[in-house]
């Protein structure tokens, strides 16, 4: 298999990911209207029960696999394979607990649909294959089987729109694309791959990935959770058609979440180079670096905050103008989302994943608090508070906890004092130059 370049490879992911961010984004829009709040509240439900089991088929496997892989090339069909045969297990096991229990949260005439999605959450097992194409630097396979599978999708979502189909029927297209998603990795690595026939599954090679694995998977369900439950929790504690309003607020707002992201990743190997060369250079740039961020996302907060309403209404219509309230709350919890992207490589960079764990699960068990309390009384706006609250918390408040992350706690709270920092700045340079 032919390998990219680095930087090759980065354009592929990119261009990718701004061509899903418009197709998901249309695909929401259309189907919004078309379902109205309550029927696309219901499907935005079901979908998030079934995201919270991700992990679960993930395993916390994902950049574990890619390092492997990169070490340990003679190994690469042994490592596959028991990876994957641990995927497929914790995707089975999830999806049946689910299954078991979905009488106490799924509706009768739902079950059947929600049964295709739990049966197609088996196939996220074979996105094991998507780090295999990472660690041999060929992300535009990655990126073609993403993002052909979401065209097909898409159109066939539109079509569905145009003959009038009912909600069941975009509950199981959902499903189709999850299924498809895993099908097309699988077919990548058949064509590009030493093929399937050469898997060796190893119980010693899959103890150890487990072993080395499990911390990572509780850090991935606590990310999921922050952006999930809050669906599920409204569902359960309100109303679909809360869901809904919530849902629509939520896609506009965290549509801008890979900024920080892509970002954060170019300078990371710039700021790694300083840390070994000059420290004093190092806190330099970790601080300029996380202004840009906070200045970024606080903009657009602001921007959004006062433009919320009339969007929402152009975009959606009026039956989900309660959108634009959540809306301009929740586009908060990005100054915490921005600033936490450069808090997570610095984790990285200082080796304090334990403590990255932590705040995550901290922050996981705070929104679900949060959400309890909030959202029987305030509905979708509670569930908007709780993600801006549980991510200031996890984000910020959780670094003056221990001593090894205050360097981080200073530099974000230079960050919020930025406009006095640029006063005083003003000032000293006004009174030297009256000298």
Same mark, same amino acid.
């Given at each position: 298999?032919?390998?990219?370049?680095?930087?090759?490879?980065?354009?592929?992911?990119?261009?990718?990911?701004?061509?899903?961010?418009?197709?998901?984004?249309? +695909?929401?829009?259309?189907?919004?209207?078309?379902?109205?709040?309550?029927?696309?509240?219901?499907?935005?439900?079901?979908?998030?029960?079934?995201?919270?089991?991700?992990?679960?088929?993930?395993?916390?496997?994902?950049?574990?696999?890619?390092?492997?892989?990169?070490?340990? =090339?003679?190994?690469?069909?042994?490592?596959?394979?028991?990876? $994957?045969?641990?995927?497929?297990?914790?995707?089975?096991?999830?999806?049946?607990?689910?299954?078991?229990?979905?009488?106490?949260?799924?509706?009768?005439?739902?079950?059947?649909?929600?049964?295709?999605? $739990?049966?197609?959450?088996?196939?996220?097992?074979? $996105?094991?294959?998507?780090?295999?194409?990472?660690?041999?630097?060929?992300?535009?396979?990655?990126?073609?089987?993403?993002?052909?599978?979401?065209?097909?999708?898409?159109?066939?979502?539109?079509?569905?729109?145009?003959?009038?189909?009912?909600?069941?029927?975009?509950?199981?297209?959902?499903?189709?694309?999850?299924?498809? +998603?895993?099908?097309?990795?699988?077919?990548?690595?058949?064509?590009?791959?030493?093929?399937?026939?050469?898997?060796?599954?190893?119980?010693?090679?899959?103890?150890?990935?487990?072993?080395?694995?499990?911390?990572?998977?509780?850090?991935?369900?606590?990310?999921?959770?922050?952006?999930?439950?809050?669906?599920?929790?409204?569902?359960?504690?309100?109303?679909?058609?809360?869901?809904?309003?919530?849902?629509?607020?939520?896609?506009?707002?965290?549509?801008?979440?890979?900024? =920080?992201?892509?970002?954060?990743?170019?300078?990371?190997?710039?700021?790694?180079?300083?840390?070994?060369?000059? +420290?004093?250079?190092?806190?330099?740039?970790?601080?300029?670096?996380?202004?840009?961020?906070?200045?970024?996302?606080?903009?657009?907060?602001?921007?959004?905050?006062?433009?919320?309403?009339?969007?929402?209404?152009?975009?959606?219509?009026?039956?989900?103008?309660?959108?634009?309230?959540?809306?301009?709350?929740?586009?908060?919890?990005?100054?915490?989302?921005?600033?936490?992207?450069?808090?997570?490589?610095?984790?990285?960079?200082?080796?304090?994943?334990?403590?990255?764990?932590?705040?995550?699960?901290?922050?996981?068990?705070?929104?679900?608090?949060?959400?309890?309390?909030?959202?029987?009384?305030?509905?979708?706006?509670?569930?908007?508070?709780?993600?801006?609250?549980?991510?200031?918390?996890?984000?910020?408040?959780?670094?003056?906890?221990?001593?090894?992350?205050?360097?981080?706690?200073?530099?974000? +709270?230079?960050?919020?004092?930025?406009?006095?920092?640029?006063?005083?700045?003003?000032?000293?340079?006004?009174?030297?130059?009256?000298?």
């Amino acid at each position: 298999m032919k390998k990219s370049s680095p930087l090759l490879s980065t354009l592929w992911l990119a261009s990718e990911k701004l061509c899903a961010m418009a197709l998901v984004l249309l +695909t929401t829009l259309i189907l919004a209207r078309h379902l109205g709040p309550d029927a696309f509240g219901q499907l935005n439900y079901l979908v998030a029960i079934v995201s919270l089991i991700s992990p679960f088929a993930a395993m916390g496997l994902n950049a574990i696999v890619t390092r492997e892989l990169v070490l340990k =090339p003679e190994a690469n069909d042994t490592i596959l394979a028991s990876a $994957l045969g641990l995927r497929l297990l914790g995707a089975a096991v999830a999806s049946l607990v689910v299954f078991i229990a979905a009488p106490w949260f799924v509706e009768p005439g739902f079950r059947l649909a929600f049964s295709m999605l $739990l049966i197609a959450n088996l196939f996220t097992a074979f $996105l094991l294959f998507d780090y295999w194409l990472q660690a041999h630097v060929a992300n535009r396979y990655a990126a073609k089987a993403r993002l052909g599978v979401l065209i097909l999708l898409t159109i066939t979502r539109l079509l569905a729109v145009y003959f009038d189909a009912q909600l069941q029927v975009f509950v199981w297209l959902a499903a189709a694309e999850i299924a498809l +998603t895993g099908l097309a990795f699988l077919l990548v690595y058949m064509l590009k791959g030493n093929g399937i026939a050469q898997l060796r599954f190893c119980a010693t090679t899959a103890k150890s990935l487990l072993a080395q694995s499990w911390w990572l998977m509780l850090s991935g369900l606590a990310a999921i959770v922050y952006l999930k439950i809050d669906q599920v929790m409204l569902g359960q504690l309100s109303s679909h058609q809360q869901v809904g309003i919530y849902a629509v607020a939520s896609r506009l707002s965290e549509v801008w979440y890979f900024f =920080p992201v892509a970002l954060v990743s170019s300078f990371f190997p710039k700021l790694l180079t300083s840390k070994t060369t000059c +420290t004093d250079q190092y806190q330099q740039q970790l601080q300029q670096l996380n202004d840009a961020l906070f200045v970024v996302a606080l903009l657009l907060a602001i921007v959004v905050m006062f433009i919320a309403e009339p969007i929402i209404i152009l975009l959606f219509g009026n039956s989900y103008q309660a959108s634009a309230a959540v809306l301009s709350i929740h586009i908060w919890a990005g100054v915490f989302i921005f600033m936490r992207a450069l808090l997570s490589k610095w984790l990285l960079a200082e080796n304090l994943l334990r403590f990255s764990l932590i705040t995550q699960i901290a922050g996981a068990l705070l929104n679900i608090a949060a959400n309890y309390w909030l959202i029987p009384i305030h509905g979708a706006l509670g569930a908007a508070v709780a993600t801006v609250l549980s991510y200031a918390a996890a984000s910020y408040l959780a670094l003056f906890l221990h001593a090894k992350t205050w360097p981080m706690a200073k530099i974000i +709270t230079a960050s919020f004092l930025l406009p006095f920092r640029f006063a005083l700045k003003g000032r000293t340079i006004y009174q030297k130059l009256e000298k």
